[in-house]
């Protein structure tokens, strides 16, 4: 248990950690890419390491070295799908960015791949990937419940030609398919159906696609064309940016205590939709200062508000908890899919945040919250969501303080938080 006692001011700048969701799939484009790509800022965390473990397994060749910038992996790209010569277990944790990823593209591959996780990941769906996967031809069996992991891939050939794929629950069902369809016989026409969910995530692959050589035509909103038979293409170095969601703790911090807070890594001109947490903080009051490469966040007299949060469903989880802190109720809505993550979080965070005194209200897809007249200190469970550990730090601005339970379970995504955030925080 972590006890964070009370903190009266945040301010300090913060190098973030990468991307957690662009070094995956620059890592996995890597892999199958023609020629050597030298990865730099990757992030070194539970998330990354399931990928790079895979892919070592699968048998492609890289090192790893830490540098001042970070992480550099180096990747001899393979010019093509993976190929092994009889079968292999692949342990992808929790990492929702592997496993989906991952089963697209071993569908295409050569092989026979038994892909396992954790607990949770056996609760968290894939059943829309893998009916539009075998509909191309792909040979996937389900090992435990039908429509989610763990999963047995026997590799084969994908025809390419039509799909349609179910993007209701989770975007990452769509990239996955997108990343993996260069691979198929030919060209592929891609049809989104349903409500779509988690919308940046997909532009996030057509941009990382692109910057590995292959030009996804976007017909329309739900339909794209992949070009098939084709390999990726080395970009020779790639920088992997701050990781966005990373950054709304330290943004949320200066937004309820700043002084000033920067994040550096992420910023105008960055790739990830949950940039545009920065945009929630100002409407809600805070002071917001951007660079190509930065955002500052100062103190505002905070206001509650109504907001639709589809689009940074991960960032959104730290609204939820600077919503303590402002003035008048907070209502996010249209993020039903929190319920398919790490746990179930809009269950997890009601529970949560009323142990502070506030009055939350679960919604199919949201949750009104009243902040209370006093914070109270809380023990907070995090249910191994690494997100709980870390969007409840903020209430080290109460003048009770908090207790984080298994605050260590910020390691599926940033192992340094807890130090980093220390570091902005001032009594
Ligand atoms: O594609 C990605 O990198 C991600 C997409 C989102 O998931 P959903 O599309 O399931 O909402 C997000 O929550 C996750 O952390 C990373
Ligand atoms: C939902 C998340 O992770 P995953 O990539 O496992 O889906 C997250 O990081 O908040």
């Given at each position: 248990m972590l006890a964070l006692e009370y903190q009266s001011r945040a301010e300090g700048s913060v190098n973030l950690p990468g991307s957690k969701s662009i070094a995956n799939r620059a890592l996995l484009l890597a892999a199958m890419a023609q020629g050597e790509t030298i990865l730099q800022s990757v992030l070194d965390s539970d998330d990354t390491r399931h990928m790079r473990n895979a892919l070592r397994k699968l048998g492609v060749n890289y090192t790893e070295q830490h540098n001042a910038q970070g992480l550099e992996v180096r990747i001899q790209g393979r010019a093509g799908g993976f190929s092994i010569a009889d079968s292999a277990e692949l342990f992808l944790g929790n990492a929702g960015t592997a496993m989906r990823p991952l089963t697209a593209a071993l569908a295409a591959s050569q092989g026979i791949f038994r892909l396992t996780g954790e607990e949770r990941m056996y609760e968290r769906p894939i059943g829309p990937l893998v009916d539009a996967l075998r509909l191309l031809g792909a040979d996937i069996n389900y090992l435990q419940e039908a429509g989610y992991p763990p999963l047995l891939i026997h590799g084969a050939s994908l025809q390419g030609g039509r799909v349609s794929i179910d993007g209701s629950l989770s975007s990452q069902f769509v990239s996955a398919l997108l990343m993996a369809l260069p691979l198929a016989n030919e060209d592929t026409v891609v049809e989104l159906t349903g409500?779509?969910?988690?919308l940046p995530y997909i532009q996030l692959t057509l941009d990382l696609m692109s910057r590995f050589g292959i030009q996804v035509q976007q017909v329309d909103t739900r339909h794209f064309i992949v070009p098939g038979k084709s390999s990726y293409q080395s970009p020779g170095e790639f920088v992997v940016e701050g990781d966005a969601s990373s950054a709304s703790y330290f943004l949320a911090a200066g937004a309820i205590a700043g002084g000033t807070v920067t994040v550096k890594?992420?910023?105008?001109?960055?790739?990830?939709?949950?940039?545009a947490f920065a945009e929630i903080l100002e409407q809600m009051g805070a002071q917001v200062a951007w660079g190509q490469n930065h955002i500052s966040v100062s103190r505002g007299e905070l206001q509650g508000g109504h907001f639709d949060l589809n689009a940074i469903p991960d960032a959104a989880m730290t609204i939820a908890t600077t919503a303590l802190f402002a003035k008048g109720p907070t209502e996010i809505r249209n993020v039903y899919n929190w319920r398919l993550k790490e746990t179930d979080r809009l269950h997890a965070m009601a529970t949560e945040l009323r142990k502070t005194g506030a009055e939350v209200t679960e919604y199919d897809d949201g949750l009104r919250i009243v902040p209370p007249a006093v914070i109270q200190r809380a023990r907070v469970a995090t249910y191994n969501d690494h997100r709980m550990a870390m969007c409840f730090?903020?209430?080290?601005?109460?003048?009770a303080g908090v207790e984080i339970e298994d605050a260590q379970c910020c390691d599926k995504t940033y192992p340094e938080f807890f130090q980093d955030f220390s570091a902005i925080c001032h009594n």
């Open positions: 409500d779509l969910v988690s890594g992420t910023g105008l001109a960055s790739l990830q939709g949950d940039k730090s903020l209430l080290t601005f109460a003048p």
